[in-house]
């Protein structure tokens, strides 16, 4: 791991070197409001002003790109192209989602138009790929989401946000690497908790240790660490004989098929079950939104961001739809089994030994899953500790390999500490809203991003795309509560018409203060529009207790920002702006001695 990072430019830690093998606090805390209590009790007594100047900061393109960068020293290796970022996509988002959440979605809510479901959560999911292929040809750095928010929306909106992000992933690692356990043992017909150790003395959920969970991350770390071009042709491969599998799947169950089953009560649970189970489907096309965090890898990230990130997302879109397809096809939708459902449906046609195919598969998009995440991770973080948000050390690129070796080993152990002692039971029920959280903000940045320039747009007019985007929001959450609350239609009819003439009155009274330099999305606003309205109705359908856990968890990141994070990136705004004043001073002072020369 690169330690000893010391503060450079006036002791802010605007850049960061290697200076011995030992962290010191001032690879942690090297700002000036931490260099003493003194200094650190007169940083909290100025809590409040410089609250308000964190919350009303926005960072710039050119800060993001530069400046940011620059606090990392050495620099990221662009090895990657559009051919890798395909593979990244799907292995992101492909794991074992398809196996968990289809039987279940088809068994209770939706029927064989699951097929419909699917492909209403892809065009969401697609519509939200949109917005971030935009803001990455744009903003092509590791922080990603981050990124995008802290110059549209501002720092401590994108804190919030990242805070919540990074503990999803975490809990999400960890998931899927005891979901890897429980693959292998199936593999080598054993029930998952033979591979576990029992310690009756730990709580119950708490008791069984999964050392392969730990073993499995363990790999995945050192090679996310080794070489980002390694990773990228391992996941490349490693997909690749996914869908092989899942090609194999599709075949021998369309040999088993029958249309009757398919076309026998299509919509058993009605149009509303479609929508519940698109809901719920939705959660298998997550994981695309850590491809944008690979942004400084990528050669050519004009062609290649939109060519990677559109094109996994329909490749997965098609990919759900036909293996949901199959599965209605070979069992009618009542004999389907919830929890799995593809291994059941070929046992009842008489292939037994389809369940190892279907094993290996899961083993396959879990293990690029877990590469995947920990990538995303590691560079959310990365940047993140750039800004000094987070621990600096966090900055740190390695010289020779070009990856954050920190933020990966980091990352690696939170992983491993989860996976380890924690139940896939407690996991599955750590669903947190982030995601979707983070999703809408995205999209609601872009109109942000296409109406609004700082020192250019009118007051007016910021005023009305405040009122405009109030409205649209407003309306997305009416829809999804009163989606909840009753079975009736006219509430769809008065928010609807609310949404799209908030959407229109943006469209027709606003000129796009910005417009996209290389590539952009179509139909703005109607298409960032359109996901903010999707990803709330989403949020809708989450249980009660999610929002608790994201309430709590938000809580712990506000804490920690009054008291650490607030100083840390404040002193470190400041010294950005000195080091660009003194820069500024001396090209005047250049000038003028070359104008009297």
């Known amino acids: 791991m690169v330690t000893g990072i010391e503060a450079a430019g006036g002791g802010q830690g605007n850049g960061i070197k290697k200076r011995s093998c030992f962290c010191s606090k001032e690879d942690f805390l090297p700002e000036e409001s931490f260099k003493s209590w003194g200094n650190y009790v007169h940083a909290l007594a100025n809590t409040k002003t410089r609250l308000t100047d964190r919350i009303l900061a926005r960072s710039m393109d050119h800060q993001e790109l530069e400046q940011m960068r620059a606090r990392s020293d050495n620099q990221m290796k662009k090895t990657l192209n559009w051919w890798d970022l395909i593979w990244f996509g799907i292995g992101a988002v492909m794991g074992a989602g398809i196996f968990v959440l289809t039987g279940q979605a088809a068994r209770n809510d939706a029927g064989p138009a699951v097929v419909i479901s699917y492909f209403i959560s892809g065009v969401s999911a697609l519509l939200s790929v949109l917005c971030y292929t935009e803001f990455s040809v744009e903003l092509p750095v590791a922080g990603g989401s981050f990124s995008y928010l802290r110059v549209e929306l501002g720092d401590f909106v994108a804190y919030i946000a990242a805070g919540n992000i990074l503990f999803e992933y975490v809990v999400a690692g960890a998931s899927v690497a005891r979901s890897w356990t429980s693959y292998f043992a199936t593999l080598c017909n054993h029930n998952p908790n033979d591979f576990r150790i029992n310690v009756p003395a730990l709580a119950d959920n708490f008791n069984h240790l999964d050392p392969i969970a730990v073993f499995i991350s363990i790999l995945v770390c050192i090679g996310a660490a080794l070489s980002i071009k390694a990773s990228s042709r391992f996941n490349s491969v ?25 076309t026998t009560n299509f919509l058993p649970f009605g149009f509303r079950g479609v929508l519940k189970a698109s809901a719920v489907l939705f959660f298998a096309y997550v994981g695309f939104d850590g491809v944008a965090t690979l942004g400084e890898e990528i050669k050519n990230p004009g062609r290649d961001i939109p ?11 098609a990919t759900y739809c036909v293996l949901s397809a199959t599965l209605c096809l070979m069992q009618p939708y009542s004999q389907i089994d919830a929890d799995a459902s593809f291994t059941m449906a070929f046992q009842a046609a008489g292939m037994n030994w389809a369940k190892y195919i279907v094993a290996l598969g899961a083993i396959k998009g879990m293990t690029t899953v877990l590469l995947a995440n920990l990538i995303a991770q590691a560079r959310y973080f990365t940047h993140i500790g750039r800004t000094h948000m987070a621990p600096p050390i966090l900055a740190s690129i390695h010289p020779k390999t070009g990856t954050p070796v920190n933020a990966t080993v980091i990352m690696t152990v939170a992983n491993s500490l989860v996976a380890l002692f924690t139940s896939l039971d407690v996991l599955a029920n750590l669903l947190s809203i982030s995601t979707l959280f983070i999703f809408s903000l995205v999209s609601l940045a872009l109109i942000v991003r296409r109406y609004y320039v700082t020192g250019e747009t009118s007051t007016s007019d910021r005023n009305k795309l405040i009122v405009f985007l109030t409205l649209i929001v407003g309306s997305s959450i009416a829809t999804a509560v009163y989606w909840v609350l009753s079975q009736g239609w006219i509430g769809y009819v008065v928010t609807g018409v609310i949404w799209f003439a908030a959407t229109l009155g943006l ?68 010294e950005t702006d000195r080091v660009e004043a003194q820069a500024s001073q001396a090209s005047q002072a250049t000038n003028m001695e070359a104008g009297t020369s």
């Not at 090609?247 to 398919?262: H, L, R, Y």
Request: hydrophobic share 60%.
């Open 307 to 317: 060519i990677g990130l559109i094109g996994s997302m329909l490749v997965t879109i």
């Open 507 to 574: 469209q027709l009274t606003l000129k796009q203060a910005k417009k996209p330099k290389l590539w952009g999305v179509p139909l703005v606003p109607w298409l960032p529009s359109a996901s903010i309205a999707f990803n709330v109705f989403i949020l809708g359908s989450i249980d009660v207790p999610s929002f608790i856990r994201f309430a709590i968890w938000t809580l712990v990141l506000l804490v920690y920002y009054i008291f650490v994070a607030l100083h840390a990136s404040y002193d470190a705004a400041r």
């Open 238 to 262: 490693t997909t690749i004989v996914h869908l092989v599998v899942l090609v194999f799947i599709f075949i021998t169950g369309m040999t088993k098929a029958n249309p009757a089953n398919f």
